[in-house]
T-cell receptor
């Protein structure tokens, strides 16, 4: 199984809502990532978890809150987002023995 | 700091023609290099990677790339493109591990004409 599964595929939320994005992998990878991608731009790294611990936070606003409950799951909790946070949110994972990242299909988030 | 340059924002080729997408990188050590492809609204799919060894790397979907240290390049090639190859292509350098960060180029949009 070489898949990274993200749910939901699409999400529309109001600026006062709380929602969560979910990501799951069963490749035994010990590093997982959240990226944000705006239209016609490359992905931008948000967070890195290594061995279930947050290792990199790219100065992301606190309205985005990551969580890694176990080595297979990664969540991104969203609260009080702004319309400019609308984007494709990509999850990825990589193993400890190799460095290529495998990406999920993304969650298309629209903040209204 | 590491960086990646993809000088071509948009390339149009005819179906069946050959393709070369350019990528130049800046990296302090021996680089880890990748090519990813992204169809509209989709995630990124890894086409191929270079870590070490043979400088000509074969990937999926008939793609290959050649690492040239002297030119700091990692160009992607395909001898004959198919309409399904139309997508956005990203070159990337580095690794998201420890204190490193995977750095992407700005992408090249490939259009295929019949």
């Amino acid at each position: 199984d070489t898949e990274v599964t993200q749910t939901p595929k699409h999400l529309v939320m109001g600026m006062t809502n709380k929602k969560s994005l979910k990501c799951e992998q069963h490749m035994g990878h010990r590093a997982m990532y959240w990226y944000k991608q705006k239209a016609k731009k490359p992905p931008e790294l948000m967070f890195v978890y290594s061995y279930e611990k947050l290792s990199i936070n790219e100065s992301v606003p606190s309205r985005f809150s990551p969580e890694c409950p176990n080595s297979s799951l990664l969540n991104l909790h969203l609260h009080a987002l702004q319309p400019e946070d609308s984007a494709l949110y990509l999850c990825a994972s990589s193993g400890t023995e190799s460095t290529e990242a495998f990406f999920g299909q993304g969650t298309r988030l629209t903040v209204v | 700091a590491q960086s990646v340059t993809q000088p071509d924002i948009h390339i149009t080729v005819s179906e069946g023609a050959s393709l070369e997408l350019r990528c130049n990188y800046s990296y302090g050590a021996t680089p880890y290099l990748f090519w990813y492809v992204q169809s509209p609204g989709q995630g990124l799919q890894l086409l191929l990677k270079y870590f070490s060894g043979d400088t000509l790397v074969q990937g999926i979907k008939g793609f290959e790339a050649e690492f040239k240290r002297s030119q700091s390049s990692f160009n992607l090639r395909k001898p004959s493109v198919h309409w399904s190859d139309a997508a956005e292509y990203f070159c990337a350098v580095g690794a998201n591990f420890g204190n490193e960060k995977l750095t992407f180029g700005t992408g090249t949009r490939l259009t295929i004409i019949p």
